[in-house]
């Protein structure tokens, strides 16, 4: 796997607005979602959901999937790669070395 | 002093302390054999618990950089105590490697039940204030309030 370096104030852009967080964190919970469902509910008309949507699919967050008059959005946990710098990476990196570790010598010293 | 202006940026440490129920000199092995590494944490290359000793680490490349760790033995006292630098990145990435030059240091102090053991990874440059971005580790959406409150910063 590549990780490309992009930019890190597109998706700190597109997050930076707490209505369009919401609407992330709502496809991100979900496995797939449609503009009807995430209008219900979020005390925005579908239009702003629409453009929210756009704003966080040319951040490389969320991907879309035609089928019939329906449009599926799902989240792309891939777009916040450029969020993720070396302490987070060695953080969860080092946590799970340790449960490494602790089956390894459960192996060599039962 | 306009405080928006500065920019300033600290070090921070990575610090996991953990018991486990083994002698010192069994966790010692598995920290300073090279198979025994390469079975918990990364099969190193070139590697010997000797100080001064250069070895590497590949893990995963990011832009300019080709994901070489650098690595070279900085203390070895057996049974207490073993650093090594940890080195690697490029200039021209952000994030993710972006330029690293950390130091790994293992301590291990025998107790009742086994051995505490202690990493502590440091050297990490933070721009201040961001800190709270590298306690996203724990899954991706569970921090988004996190970074959304550093992304209105930002703006």
Redesign the interface.
């Known amino acids: 796997?590549?990780?490309?370096?992009?930019?890190?104030?597109a998706v700190?852009?597109a997050?930076?607005d707490?209505t369009r967080?919401a609407v992330?964190?709502r496809i991100?919970?979900a496995d797939e979602i449609t503009v009807v469902e995430l209008t219900r509910g979020s005390g925005v008309t579908q239009g702003a959901i629409s453009q929210h949507l756009k704003s966080l699919k040319q951040a490389g967050l969320v991907a879309e999937r035609p089928e019939g008059r329906n449009v599926y959005y799902r989240?792309e946990?891939e777009g916040?790669?450029?969020?993720?710098?070396?302490?987070?990476?060695?953080?969860?990196f080092?946590?799970d070395?340790?449960a490494?570790?602790?089956?390894?010598?459960k192996e060599?010293?039962p | 002093m306009n405080e928006a202006a500065a920019v300033t940026f600290e070090t921070?440490d990575?610090v996991?302390d953990?018991v486990?129920p083994?002698?010192p000199e069994?966790?010692w092995?598995?920290l300073t054999n090279g198979e025994?590494m390469g079975?918990?944490?990364m099969p190193p290359t070139g590697f010997e618990a000797v100080e001064g000793k250069h070895f590497t680490f590949q893990t995963?490349?990011?832009?300019a950089w080709d994901g070489t760790i650098r690595c070279q033995v900085l203390d070895v006292r057996p049974n207490e105590r073993f650093a090594y630098s940890w080195k690697g990145?490029d200039e021209?990435?952000?994030?993710?490697?972006?330029r690293?030059d950390?130091v790994v240091t293992w301590t291990l102090e025998k107790v009742d039940n086994g051995t505490r053991?202690r990493?502590v990874?440091s050297g990490?440059v933070?721009p201040k204030n961001a800190s709270a971005?590298?306690?996203?580790?724990?899954g991706?959406?569970k921090v988004?309030?996190r970074?959304?409150a550093?992304?209105?910063e930002?703006?």
Request: aromatic letters at 10%.
């Open positions: 796997m590549m990780i490309e370096p992009a930019p890190i104030t700190m852009r997050l930076a707490p967080r992330f964190e991100s919970n989240a946990p916040l790669a450029p969020l993720v710098d070396w302490m987070s990476h060695y953080g969860s080092w946590r070395r340790f490494n570790l602790r089956t390894l010598l060599i010293d | 921070q990575i996991i953990e486990f083994h002698a069994t966790i092995k598995t025994l079975r918990w944490i995963t490349p990011a832009g990145g021209g990435n952000v994030g993710y490697g972006s690293l950390t053991l990493l990874h990490f933070m971005l590298s306690n996203m580790s724990n991706w959406p988004l309030s970074l959304g550093i992304a209105e930002e703006n």
